[in-house]
Every structure is written in C-alpha cells, then in structure tokens.
C-alpha cells in the first residue's frame, strides 16, 4: 500500500512538471491538491509523510473522521462537497481555511455571520459550473460576477479565485472548453477590481485532466484516484449531496 501511494504521488507530480513545461510555466505555479475522499488516514499519512501538504474532504463526515488521526501531521485543510447550511458550524471545527464550493449567496451570508461570532477568517474560492450540468452544483459563468461582488461586500470571507469541475469526458476539446470559461470568468472579475477580491486561484482539474487544466491556467489541480487508486463509486457521486 505504502509503496504506491508513494510511487503514484511521484508520477502526479512529474505529470504536473511536464504540464507546467509544455505550457511555459513554473511548477511552482501549480498546487497539488489530494482529494481524500474515502481514503483512510493512514493512507493519506503516507502521503503527507511524502511531502503532500494540502488536502480536501468532500463530505463533512469523513473530514470529521479523520482530523484527529492527522492532526498532528502537518497539512492544510480545504473542503470541496456541496456544503449545507446547517453544516457550517462544524465545519468550523476542523481547520479548514479554504471553502473551495461556495456556490451561492445564502451560504456566503451564514458563513461569514458564523465566522465573525466566532472571531475567524476563510479563504473561498466560488464553484462555477462550467459544464451546463444539472448533475453539478456552481453558478452558472453569467451569475459568477454578482455572486462575487455580493460575497465581497460580507465580513471575514476572502474570495481568493474560482473552482469548477470539469467535464467527464474523454473528448478533450469539451473538456477544455469548461476550463476555458473558468479563465474568462477570472477575467472579468479582475477587470472588475472589486475591492478585497484577489483571483489568484483556478482549482480546477482532476486525475484524469490535469494536465488540460494546467494548459488553461489552474494553480490547484485535486487529485484523487491517481495516487489512492480507484475508489468504490464514481467520481460523480460525490459531487451530489
């Protein structure tokens, strides 16, 4: 077990190098996110022994499940499941500093009012759905500017850039064009120059894309089943709530 983790975390990140060299980039420029989704801790422990340093939950359960067993391992938390309302407090609980799903404007306002009771700060990036799917939760790319704009405005929440998920497919052109649109709403809100919002993040790109993604610009590439190995269900599924 212990030896492909560590020969899979190797060959993420020389994909990522040779990416970040195709593309004319620094590979520092990149962030290799470990999507930990029905993932052990101590198999993701290998992975933070290995020099991994940030990782995400999905569900609120698991993040739960497992912070104590690697709490004292250092690491950075993110969270990339649908979050529901009712759930932020806990949420609250397991150092997490960046929501990378915010995808709606009611969140946002319950977020930041229990941020500020309790003294706190969080990074978010805002999910849009680039791919037209109703399957996916985000806002749509036209809405993605009056949500930022709206999110800005709120206390103790920092916008720091933009998540989607792409396409599943195995077309890379449609693919690309999810992460296409993703630059162009990063745009249009640069050039907006909203005051507090700093779009220096595009998590977007999986294990099966990374390296369409790092192409379009992404600084966070989450990866799952290329370095944990495949998992019982479908990415899909994880992506509902």
């Known amino acids: 077990m212990e030896e492909s983790i ?5 060959h993420i990140r020389s994909r990522i190098e040779k990416a970040c ?3 004319g980039r ?3 420029e990149v962030k290799l996110l470990l999507a930990t989704k029905t993932v052990s801790a101590d198999r993701i422990a290998v992975a933070l022994g290995a020099g991994a340093t940030l990782i995400a939950e999905n569900k609120l359960q698991e993040l739960k499940a497992k912070y104590e067993a690697l709490r004292s391992m250092p690491h950075t938390n993110h969270f990339i499941g649908h ?3 009712n759930k932020i407090k806990e949420l609250l609980r397991y150092d997490v500093v960046c929501l990378q799903s915010l995808d709606r404007l009611e969140l946002a306002e319950k977020l930041s009012q229990r941020l500020v009771l309790e003294g706190k700060t969080m990074d978010v990036l805002i999910q849009v759905n680039t791919s037209d799917e ?5 806002v749509h790319p036209d809405q993605a500017l009056d949500l930022v704009r709206a999110v ?15 396409l599943f497919s195995a077309e890379e052109e449609k693919v690309c064009v999810c992460f296409q649109r993703l630059r162009a709403v990063q745009e249009l809100v640069k ?4 005051e507090g919002v700093e779009m220096v993040e595009l998590s977007m790109g999986m294990s099966g894309d990374l390296e369409i993604a790092i192409a379009e610009g992404a600084t966070i590439v989450r990866v799952g089943t290329a370095v944990f190995g495949e998992r019982q269900y479908p990415d899909s599924y994880y992506w509902k709530e």
């Not at 560590?6 to 190797?10: A, I, K, P, Q, T």
């Not at 109703?134 to 985000?138: I, L, M, P, R």
């Not at 800005?152 to 792409?166: E, F, Q, S």
């Open 6 to 10: 560590l020969n899979n975390l190797h």
């Open 21 to 23: 060299a195709a593309s």
């Open 26 to 28: 620094r590979t520092e």
């Open 83 to 85: 979050l529901q309302t």
């Open 134 to 138: 109703e399957s996916k939760f985000g």
């Open 152 to 166: 800005a405005l709120l206390p103790n929440v920092r916008v720091r850039g933009l998540m989607t998920i792409g």
């Open 191 to 194: 050039e907006a120059a909203i």
